[in-house]
């Protein structure tokens, strides 16, 4: 019995000193995710910040939504599109995704609505309208929708497919 005593210590002491190390070995590596995950974080906020940033470049200003709401879209001859009715926001991001353009119709009767990528517009020298690199015949087939049937929350992921693929630019 007295040989088995210091056994039985000698195997508790051990078990307690490596449970301290694991317990310590543990903390460390979820000091080490947390770590990673702000970095995760300060880069995405990063990447966000340089989007909007090259976003405001390509318009060439920072422009108020009411003084873009209005302003016609012209193609490189030209030649009217249209002009912007709305602005449509990616909420987590804080940028603008789509424009939403009017085009064809009579006094705004039997026209349809294009959502266009915001990168796909440029502002001109003289800054009264924006351009779009697209003729009227092409833009008659771009997907769009009716301005009585805006889409949904749900098919915005389904429209920034279409325009992506149409305009061959990422909203």
Not at 103 to 132: Q, S
Not at 133 to 151: E, I, N, Q, R, Y
């Amino acid at each position: 019995m007295k040989k088995l005593i210091p056994i039985v210590a000698l195997s508790f002491l051990s078990a307690t000193l490596a449970g301290t190390s694991c317990a310590a070995d543990v903390q460390q590596k979820q000091q080490t995710l947390l770590e990673k995950q702000k970095e995760l974080k300060h880069e995405r906020r990063e990447e966000s910040a340089e989007r909007v940033r090259a976003s405001n470049e390509s318009m060439q200003q920072v422009s108020r939504a009411s003084k873009i709401i209005g302003t016609n879209v012209k193609n490189p001859n030209g030649d009217k599109l249209g002009d912007i009715k709305d602005l449509v926001l990616d909420p987590e991001s804080g940028q603008v995704v789509y424009i939403v353009v009017a085009f064809g119709g009579v006094l705004g009767v039997g026209g349809k609505l294009f959502a266009l990528p915001w990168k796909a517009l440029h502002w001109t020298r003289d800054k009264e309208y924006y351009v779009l690199d697209v003729d009227k015949s092409t833009l008659k087939k771009a997907p769009g929708f009716d301005k009585k049937h805006w889409p949904d929350s749900s098919k915005w992921d389904q429209l920034r497919e279409e325009v992506k693929e149409f305009y061959q630019v990422n909203p």
